[in-house]
């Protein structure tokens, strides 16, 4: 009696995988199908090839008698049995042609469609929507990461591409509903050349999912461009306000990267045009300014209208953080609103770190306040419907977006926290021709994580009318507009009175007299540590590292190498890096 053990199911889909792509590389000379039409079918075409016989002629296959001679031989092959009564049919024998060469071997069907797939002029070969494809559907084969695949199929597709002539550049995977990189795998095996790689429209979720292809071991090292729009990775990442922490993944992942999703991706690279001697002496003979020529000054109110703005303020941020609701007779039927949520977090509080050492700040998330309207014109580009969308006017419409957006504190009791101008403009289309503006910077507490941000907040404000919901109300004044910028925490540092510092003093020398009125508090230089880089270097040459260092956030290393590399010139360096920011490695910033 003859048996077949069972074959164990492997632990995980995982496992599976990585078993069929060892079978691929370690058979490269020898494809086989990988698709047998049935376990039957299977056992009976390798049964003569997978084992030796001692006696050759000790077997025999016979035809039933009853079996057809005639039709298809797909048909024939299906019909027929063969029956183990002796001796084994020789090689070449014509039944065992006719059994082993029934169907298109595998790897013979994918290169039909890879082939019909290519471009060799462009060098482009198209694996988009390969399940809809007539020729994969001709043959019964299945989309490599779809249900059913054996894991085999990526590796056969990629192996057969690497055979053309001339290779493959570009590859588009897109719109194939890949939920994981494994199928691209063996990719680099196979195609280590290619430059350019489409994965648009797939379902890539998280960053595991592209580790196949994106790890040390499977990484792409000529990769130029890279395209990941309509993946839930990269959509998620630009809905909650993280688009620079995904371009710079990418960019870490790929360091050969150049292009991605369209955009340029700046090389790490601190080299600049040399200096002519010309202009590097032009550039010595300019004195060294260490502080901007005009001062910063406490905020400007008219004394006409400092009570007016005092109590307008106190009672507004009081209701913004109590009760919004109450807030709506004090918006003019045709008032406008608009709020902008600003993501990115200033140079000057990443080099205090502020995200970093202040308890509650890595609990702020931007994402309530996206959703609830904001109308960042940077991201809405130049599509005029959705700008126009997230101008809130009129009553309803104001009072629906100030409910949605996260609960707030203003510490009202710290004027230092605080900076207000205002202005009036006579002669304006408004009841008694005048409007009042103010404009105010400060900071407030998001309450349900208790982090700290900054804002600025512009209002432009004009009489009540005689029996209007403002005057019903109390509210002397209307809002005929509000825009209100919400963005990272930065120090009130920015607006205390005095000398505004450009560049930092050396920590050995005394900070150059200024002429400041004595009941202004003056703000104190920022001290900093001469490590050893810093010691070695010439002091003009350590002032420029420092200021360096203070604009950007780098470490010392990283600063003085991007003087080096733009020949100490302070603004060409500082443009080199904003290019160049986003390829940097962690290590390059101060913590």
């Not at 995977?173 to 095996?189: E, K, R």
Request: charge should be positive.
């Amino acid at each position: 009696m003859n048996s077949s053990p069972s074959t164990p199911a492997p632990r995980s889909a995982r496992h599976a995988f990585r078993n069929a792509v060892r079978g691929v590389l370690d058979q490269d000379e020898k494809m086989k199908d990988v698709a047998p039409t049935s376990s039957h079918t299977a056992r009976r075409s390798a049964a003569p090839y997978s084992k030796r016989v001692a006696n050759p002629d000790a077997m025999q296959v016979e035809r039933p008698s009853g079996a057809r001679t005639n039709g298809s031989l797909s048909s024939r092959i299906g019909s027929s049995r063969l029956s183990v009564t002796g001796r084994v049919a020789r090689v070449g024998d014509p039944r065992v042609i006719a059994a082993s060469s029934s169907r298109m071997p595998a790897h013979e069907m994918w290169r039909e469609f890879v082939k019909s797939r290519y471009n060799p002029q462009a060098r482009f070969l198209d694996l988009s929507r390969i399940s809809e494809d007539a020729i994969v559907k001709k043959h019964r084969l299945i989309a490599p990461g779809q249900p059913g695949s054996t894991g085999k199929e990526a590796p056969t597709i990629f192996k057969l591409a690497g055979q053309l002539k001339p290779e493959p550049l570009t590859i588009s995977l897109a719109n194939n509903g890949l939920t994981s990189s494994m199928p691209l795998a063996t990719l680099q095996h196979y195609l280590p050349g290619i430059r350019n790689l489409s994965l648009e429209n797939n379902e890539l979720k998280t960053w595991k999912d592209i580790d196949a292809f994106s790890s040390r071991k499977g990484r792409l090292l000529k990769l130029r461009e890279l395209i990941l729009i309509g993946n839930p990775l990269r959509e998620v990442e630009y809905q909650h306000g993280r688009g620079e922490r995904y371009t710079s993944e990418i960019a870490r992942r790929f360091p050969s990267l150049e292009i991605l999703d369209g955009n340029t991706i700046a090389k790490i690279t601190f080299d600049a045009p040399s200096t002519s001697k010309a202009e590097a002496a032009a550039a010595a003979a300019l004195p060294e300014a260490r502080s901007f020529p005009v001062g910063v000054n406490p905020g400007v109110v008219p004394p006409e209208v400092q009570s007016l703005v005092g109590e307008f303020l106190t009672r507004f941020f009081n209701y913004f953080d109590t009760s919004r609701a109450s807030l709506a007779p004090i918006y003019a039927p045709e008032a406008t609103f608009s709020f902008s949520a600003n993501t990115t977090i200033p140079q000057r509080a990443r080099v205090m770190g502020l995200h970093a050492t202040l308890p509650n700040q890595r609990k702020l998330d931007f994402a309530k306040w996206l959703q609830a309207g904001s109308r960042n014109l940077s991201r809405v580009g130049g599509r005029l419907e959705a700008a126009m969308e997230a101008l809130h006017m009129g009553t309803a419409q104001i009072g629906e977006v100030l409910a949605a957006m996260p609960a707030t504190r203003h510490d009202l009791g710290k004027p230092s926290d605080f900076v207000v101008d205002a202005c009036t403009v006579m002669g304006a289309p408004a009841p008694g021709g005048v409007l009042l503006m103010i404009s105010v910077h400060g900071q407030f507490t998001e309450v349900e994580v208790e982090g700290v941000r900054s804002f600025d907040r512009s209002f432009v404000l004009a009489p009540s009318t005689e029996g209007s919901p403002a005057q019903q109300a109390g509210w002397p004044v209307v809002i005929l507009s509000d825009q209100l910028v919400v963005r990272h925490f930065s120090s009130p540092d920015a607006w205390t009175p005095g000398p505004l510092k450009v560049q930092f003093e050396p920590t050995n020398a005394p900070p150059p007299p200024t002429q400041i009125p004595q009941q202004l508090p003056v703000a104190q230089p920022v001290a900093v540590p001469v490590d050893a880089i810093l010691a070695s270097l010439p002091e003009h040459q350590r002032v420029l590292v420092m200021e360096v260092s203070a604009r950007t956030g780098l470490v010392t290393q990283y600063a003085g190498q991007c003087l080096e590399g733009n020949g100490w010139d302070l603004g060409r360096a500082l443009a080199n890096f904003e290019q160049v920011k986003a390829q940097l490695p962690r290590e390059a910033f101060a913590r």
